[in-house]
């Protein structure tokens, strides 16, 4: 029987990242996402999924952080 070629594992969207991430730290552990375009969203997504790979939970800032953008307020809504 022929191998099948190995397929490069896929960027998770952000809304499964997401779920992933709150079903593995909890919903208030969830850093700050407002305010993402659509470049930002994979990256994010992907910066969650490897938390959620290395078991660690990331600060509530470090997306924004990442990026470069402005602190985002304590009370933000996501």
């Given at each position: 029987?022929?191998?099948?070629?190995?397929?490069?594992?896929q960027?998770?969207t952000?809304?499964?990242?997401?779920?992933?991430y709150c079903?593995?730290?909890?919903?208030?552990?969830?850093p700050?996402?407002?305010?993402?375009?659509?470049?930002?969203?994979?990256?994010?997504?992907?910066?969650?999924?490897?938390?959620?790979?290395?078991?660690?939970?990331?600060?509530?800032?470090?997306?924004?952080?990442?990026?470069?953008?402005?602190q985002?307020?304590?009370?933000?809504?996501?």
């Open positions: 029987m022929p191998r099948r070629a190995a397929t490069p594992p960027d998770p952000l809304e499964a990242a997401t779920a992933l079903a593995a730290f909890g919903r208030d552990a969830l700050c996402i407002a305010g993402l375009d659509s470049a930002m969203a994979g990256a994010a997504a992907v910066m969650l999924a490897d938390a959620v790979k290395a078991r660690h939970p990331l600060r509530y800032c470090a997306i924004a952080d990442a990026f470069g953008g402005p985002p307020p304590e009370s933000a809504s996501l």
